[in-house]
């Protein structure tokens, strides 16, 4: 996309998109704060001294947005300014030490680690001036980040928009969720009814719901035509059967699929797992016997329900589709944010079965193979025989595994399920569990397959 | 001397239209969400907090609106569209190039993505709120049916273009089927459905071949693909709509609070 364009030349491309960038930013918080002011929400956070004249000045929400807006007014200039070098962006060696950072157990450790405190501190994240304050980080990070050629090429190609769309999405409505299960649990743990009880009240539907609809459609449209016309739909070469891209990636919405390719074979990754996500999504209801926090924000009273889901959609599905869109390149390579895609690019698989394990370095004798043109039942045998710690974990873990939970810390609620949906909901929950199980065993020891039997195409 | 207004609104064919004077008075308001095919979707009157932007998010209905986008655009989108490995991507490139309204393409491949989006921030919202929880279980599993056929239809649409990104996209996501356990041909179990030494499944009988008509992504995929995209999936969406918003009603509309 920005192939042939001589740096000056992406330079002044990346420009004419940042400039209008960081002066939406400005607005965005001179609306914030023109909202707090005049809906009377100023609230003073500190006093500034003035050095020698004894007085102070407060520093309230409202002026801390003011400098903020003032703050991306500059970057506007700076970025539309015609001067190369004073182009606001991240600094090289914050990048450099981006790119050391970042790999797949980084990432993965990284998001896990950051939604579990998310998760645990929400009370502090969600004051409206803390998460204000992430989210025009988060924004700064982006405008400062355009400029890397590297990450401008992944960011901005059209396909790709979308998943800067649903990241930003996602973390506002997360946090309009939690902010509000958050008042709803405090009121609640003091008696009160939840937020969504005050507004009992009935209303014509015509025309207060008619109207908003109205108003949402007519947003939509303008949005989707200012989107439709500052951005061309991509259309590379035309189909060529022998000329493989690399990398050759499904769309954006199943890379979290493909993304588990790196540790499953496509039976589980591409077959099985995906079942297992539809039929899971399904039995929700049915497995979820609490019959508090219906119909209102809470976070209290539903807290394993809530945990396993959004284990489930932010940090599997969601993450692993950031993942596998923005940082895998070629050969499915991962590459930080501000690195190039190098096609010759090496990382050295010594990955081993569990079966090869077993018997060459704990053992140090050789596989047992079938003797050659046996029939059937003795090379099933042999098989057998060559993978039966894997087999035996595998189904330790699927059978044993769900009764000893079910006496042990489910117990209440294998009491309340009964035997078949608890036993669905450990299954689902088992073999959820499983990629992450598998990610670390693939990082800590290497492991490929617990059970590898290819003569079957039945690798696990 | 009646205005302008008044005479259309006096006249024989607004009446026949609508059967009620304009709804500005309860009475009428109430008459229109109850005459109105379009508004009878709605009940005529709902919870304050049912309605709030900051509870339900909008994001049922703005999938509901995308959905109508892209049918309508999909539909003009046709007129200029041959679904042919010898003229598809010659005319995508028109429609980039030459023909007038240049953002139909645009408009059609941003709203699919919006829609993918959407929809998932819906469930997520239903979720969140615990609004799958009895009575409404089973619009809930309408719901991850829908979700489902959201993706499908945006799959099914990748292909459309002929295209590199297309047609390795396709081929990336379908080679999935090919490791389908018994039923694909590189997949676990295949070899048990054989019959007097004979494979069943080969990469010519397998659930990929079913899925692309053929053993590569090819003529009869393109073809297979557009019926699908145009036709069975979206009548799929349509009837699935129609059940879950009448679930939505008859379940006590939005969830809320006892
Ligand atoms: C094409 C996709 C879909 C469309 C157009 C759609 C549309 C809608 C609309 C307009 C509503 C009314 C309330 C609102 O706007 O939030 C609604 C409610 C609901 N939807 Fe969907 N929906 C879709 C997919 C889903 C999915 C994927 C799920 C869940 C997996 C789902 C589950 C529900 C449930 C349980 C309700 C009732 C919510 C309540 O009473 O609070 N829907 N849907």
Same mark, same amino acid.
């Given at each position: 996309?920005?192939?042939?364009?001589?740096?000056?030349?992406?330079?002044?491309?990346?420009?004419?998109?940042?400039?209008?960038?960081? @002066?939406?930013?400005?607005?965005?918080?001179? !609306?914030?704060?023109?909202?707090?002011?005049?809906?009377?929400?100023?609230?003073?956070? =500190?006093?500034?001294?003035?050095?020698?004249?004894?007085?102070?000045?407060? $520093?309230?929400?409202?002026?801390?947005?003011? /400098?903020?807006?003032?703050?991306?007014?500059?970057?506007?200039? =700076?970025?539309? #300014?015609?001067?190369?070098?004073?182009?606001?962006?991240?600094?090289?060696?914050?990048?450099?030490?981006?790119?050391?950072?970042?790999?797949?157990?980084?990432?993965?450790?990284?998001?896990?680690?950051?939604?579990?405190?998310?998760?645990?501190?929400?009370?502090?994240?969600?004051?409206?001036?803390?998460?204000?304050?992430?989210? #025009?980080?988060?924004?700064?990070?982006? +405008?400062?980040?355009?400029?890397?050629?590297?990450?401008?090429?992944?960011?901005?190609?059209?396909?790709?928009?979308?998943?800067?769309?649903?990241?930003?999405?996602?973390?506002?409505?997360?946090?309009?969720?939690?902010?509000?299960?958050?008042?709803?649990?405090?009121?609640?743990?003091?008696?009160?009814?939840?937020?969504?009880?005050?507004?009992?009240?009935?209303?014509?539907?015509?025309?207060?719901?008619?109207?908003?609809?109205?108003?949402?459609?007519?947003?939509?449209?303008?949005?989707?035509?200012?989107?439709?016309?500052?951005?061309?739909?991509?259309?590379?070469?035309?189909?060529?059967? !022998?000329?493989?891209?690399?990398?050759?990636?499904?769309? *954006?919405?199943?890379?979290?699929?493909?993304?588990?390719?790196?540790?499953?074979?496509?039976?589980?990754?591409? @077959?099985?797992?995906?079942?297992?996500?539809?039929?899971?999504?399904?039995? $929700?209801?049915?497995?979820?016997?609490?019959?508090?926090?219906?119909?209102?924000?809470?976070? %209290?009273?539903?807290?394993?329900?809530?945990?396993?889901?959004? =284990?489930?959609?932010?940090?599997?599905?969601?993450?692993?589709?950031?993942?596998?869109?923005?940082?895998?390149?070629?050969?499915?390579?991962?590459?930080?944010?501000?690195?190039? *895609?190098?096609?010759?690019?090496?990382?050295?698989?010594?990955?081993?079965?569990?079966?090869?394990?077993?018997?060459?370095?704990?053992?140090?004798?050789?596989?047992?193979?079938?003797?050659?043109?046996?029939?059937?039942?003795?090379?099933?045998?042999?098989?057998?025989?060559?993978?039966?710690?894997?087999?035996?974990?595998?189904?330790?873990?699927?059978?044993?595994?769900?009764?000893?939970?079910?006496?042990?810390?489910?117990?209440?609620?294998?009491?309340?399920?009964?035997? $078949?949906?608890?036993?669905?909901?450990?299954?689902?929950?088992?073999?959820?569990?499983?990629?992450?199980?598998?990610?670390?065993?693939?990082?800590?020891?290497?492991?490929?397959?617990?059970?590898?039997?290819?003569?079957?195409?039945? #690798?696990? | 001397?009646?205005?302008?207004?008044?005479?259309?609104?006096?006249?024989?064919?607004?009446?026949?239209? =609508?059967?009620?004077?304009?709804?500005?008075?309860?009475?009428?308001?109430?008459?229109?969400?109850?005459?109105?095919?379009?508004?009878?979707?709605?009940? !005529?009157?709902? %919870?304050?907090?049912?309605?709030?932007?900051?509870?339900? *998010?909008?994001?049922?209905?703005?999938?509901?609106?995308?959905?109508?986008?892209?049918?309508?655009?999909?539909?003009?989108?046709?007129?200029?569209?041959?679904?042919?490995?010898?003229?598809?991507?010659?005319?995508?490139?028109?429609?980039?190039? /030459?023909?007038?309204?240049?953002?139909?393409?645009?408009?059609?491949?941003?709203?699919?993505?919006?829609? /993918?989006?959407?929809?998932?921030?819906?469930?997520?919202?239903?979720?969140?709120?615990?609004?799958?929880?009895?009575?409404?279980?089973?619009?809930?599993?309408?719901?991850?049916?829908?979700?489902?056929?959201?993706?499908?239809?945006?799959?099914?649409?990748?292909?459309?273009?002929?295209?590199?990104?297309?047609?390795?996209?396709?081929?990336?996501?379908?080679?999935?089927?090919?490791?389908?356990?018994?039923?694909?041909?590189?997949?676990?179990?295949?070899?048990?459905?054989?019959?007097?030494?004979?494979?069943?499944?080969?990469?010519?009988?397998?659930?990929?071949?079913?899925?692309?008509?053929?053993?590569?992504?090819?003529?009869?995929?393109?073809?297979?693909?557009?019926?699908?995209?145009?036709?069975?999936?979206?009548?799929?969406?349509?009837?699935?709509?129609?059940?879950?918003?009448?679930?939505?009603?008859?379940? +006590?509309? $939005?969830?809320?609070?006892?």
């Amino acid at each position: 996309m920005t192939h042939g364009l001589t740096d000056a030349q992406f330079i002044d491309k990346v420009a004419s998109f940042l400039w209008p960038y960081y @002066i939406v930013l400005a607005l965005m918080n001179g !609306v914030a704060a023109l909202y707090l002011w005049r809906t009377g929400q100023m609230k003073t956070w =500190f006093s500034l001294p003035v050095p020698g004249s004894g007085k102070s000045v407060p $520093i309230s929400n409202v002026v801390a947005w003011v /400098v903020a807006a003032v703050g991306f007014v500059l970057l506007a200039a =700076f970025a539309g #300014n015609s001067n190369v070098s004073w182009m606001p962006s991240m600094p090289l060696s914050w990048q450099e030490a981006i790119n050391q950072a970042s790999g797949p157990v980084m990432y993965s450790l990284g998001t896990t680690v950051g939604l579990i405190v998310l998760f645990i501190f929400r009370r502090f994240f969600v004051t409206p001036a803390i998460a204000w304050t992430i989210w #025009n980080l988060m924004l700064l990070f982006l +405008g400062l980040s355009m400029t890397d050629r590297d990450f401008f090429e992944i960011i901005a190609k059209p396909d790709n928009v979308p998943i800067v769309m649903l990241v930003l999405l996602l973390s506002f409505f997360t946090w309009l969720a939690t902010y509000r299960a958050v008042i709803n649990d405090d009121r609640m743990d003091r008696g009160e009814p939840p937020l969504e009880k005050l507004d009992n009240e009935k209303v014509l539907v015509w025309p207060d719901l008619v109207y908003t609809e109205l108003i949402c459609m007519i947003a939509l449209t303008a949005f989707l035509i200012f989107w439709a016309i500052a951005l061309p739909a991509p259309l590379e070469e035309p189909a060529s059967s !022998v000329k493989t891209p690399n990398p050759s990636k499904a769309p *954006w919405y199943f890379l979290g699929l493909q993304e588990m390719l790196v540790y499953f074979d496509p039976w589980m990754a591409g @077959i099985v797992l995906p079942v297992t996500v539809v039929i899971g999504l399904m039995a $929700i209801p049915y497995l979820d016997f609490n019959r508090e926090g219906n119909g209102y924000y809470t976070i %209290k009273q539903r807290k394993f329900s809530y945990i396993v889901f959004q =284990f489930g959609f932010l940090e599997m599905w969601i993450t692993l589709i950031v993942l596998g869109t923005l940082l895998r390149g070629p050969n499915w390579n991962f590459f930080g944010p501000y690195e190039q *895609w190098d096609a010759h690019k090496v990382e050295a698989l010594a990955n081993v079965n569990l079966s090869e394990w077993f018997w060459r370095d704990l053992l140090g004798k050789s596989l047992p193979t079938a003797p050659a043109g046996s029939n059937l039942p003795t090379q099933i045998g042999f098989i057998g025989l060559r993978e039966w710690l894997g087999i035996a974990l595998v189904l330790g873990y699927f059978i044993a595994l769900p009764p000893i939970m079910a006496l042990t810390v489910f117990r209440r609620y294998y009491q309340k399920m009964g035997f $078949i949906r608890f036993m669905l909901m450990a299954n689902l929950l088992l073999l959820m569990a499983s990629l992450p199980i598998k990610m670390v065993l693939r990082w800590v020891v290497q492991l490929k397959y617990l059970i590898a039997i290819p003569e079957f195409f039945l #690798n696990f | 001397m009646p205005g302008l207004g008044e005479t259309i609104r006096e006249s024989q064919i607004w009446k026949s239209i =609508f059967r009620h004077p304009m709804p500005v008075d309860r009475r009428n308001r109430i008459v229109v969400m109850l005459t109105n095919f379009f508004l009878h979707l709605h009940p !005529v009157s709902i %919870k304050k907090q049912g309605i709030a932007l900051s509870y339900t *998010w909008c994001m049922g209905g703005v999938t509901f609106f995308l959905f109508l986008v892209e049918t309508v655009t999909g539909v003009l989108l046709m007129f200029y569209y041959r679904p042919t490995v010898e003229w598809a991507y010659a005319d995508i490139q028109m429609l980039r190039d /030459v023909h007038s309204l240049g953002i139909l393409r645009e408009i059609h491949r941003w709203g699919a993505h919006a829609m /993918v989006i959407t929809v998932w921030l819906h469930m997520y919202r239903v979720f969140l709120t615990g609004s799958y929880k009895p009575p409404r279980e089973f619009n809930w599993v309408v719901g991850v049916l829908l979700l489902l056929l959201t993706l499908l239809l945006s799959f099914t649409g990748y292909l459309l273009p002929w295209d590199q990104l297309a047609v390795w996209a396709i081929t990336v996501g379908s080679n999935m089927a090919r490791a389908h356990p018994f039923l694909g041909h590189e997949g676990p179990g295949q070899q048990l459905l054989t019959v007097g030494g004979v494979d069943m499944i080969t990469n010519a009988s397998d659930a990929r071949f079913a899925l692309l008509g053929a053993r590569e992504v090819g003529e009869e995929t393109l073809n297979r693909f557009y019926i699908l995209h145009c036709i069975a999936i979206p009548l799929g969406v349509a009837l699935l709509l129609a059940i879950h918003f009448w679930r939505v009603r008859k379940d +006590g509309g $939005i969830s809320g609070p006892l």
